[in-house]
């Protein structure tokens, strides 16, 4: 699975603060004073998330105000990452 620059940065965000009940807007809001790709398109990217298994989308009121979460299938797969990215700086030339 591969996910862009700006899908990354989000389940970044998420697993970064558990503690946060996440929306599009304090995403969107978290992402722009750290200028990070994606700004303006959260609720679409965490679609994509969500359609790959990556980000639990929980309901909320008002409308339009759901709550996200990284999902266990997104920290297996940021771990993923982090472990190639570990091995990658340990190859010796």
Same mark, same amino acid.
């Given at each position: 699975?591969? *996910?862009?620059?700006?899908?990354?940065?989000?389940?970044?965000?998420?697993?970064?603060?558990?503690?946060?009940?996440?929306?599009?807007?304090?995403?969107?809001? @978290?992402?722009? &004073?750290?200028?990070?790709?994606?700004?303006?398109?959260?609720?679409? =990217?965490?679609?994509? =998330?969500?359609?790959?298994?990556?980000?639990? *989308?929980?309901?909320?009121?008002? @409308?339009?105000?759901?709550?996200?979460? *990284?999902?266990? &299938?997104?920290?297996?797969?940021?771990?993923?990452?982090?472990?190639?990215?570990?091995?990658?700086?340990?190859?010796?030339?």
């Amino acid at each position: 699975m591969v *996910i862009n620059k700006a899908e990354f940065n989000i389940l970044m965000l998420l697993a970064s603060r558990g503690d946060v009940k996440w929306t599009w807007y304090n995403l969107d809001r @978290a992402m722009s &004073q750290r200028k990070m790709a994606g700004v303006g398109n959260v609720a679409s =990217l965490v679609r994509n =998330l969500y359609k790959a298994e990556l980000v639990d *989308i929980t309901s909320s009121m008002p @409308a339009g105000m759901d709550h996200y979460q *990284i999902s266990a &299938q997104g920290m297996k797969y940021l771990k993923a990452l982090h472990q190639q990215k570990a091995a990658r700086n340990n190859y010796v030339f």
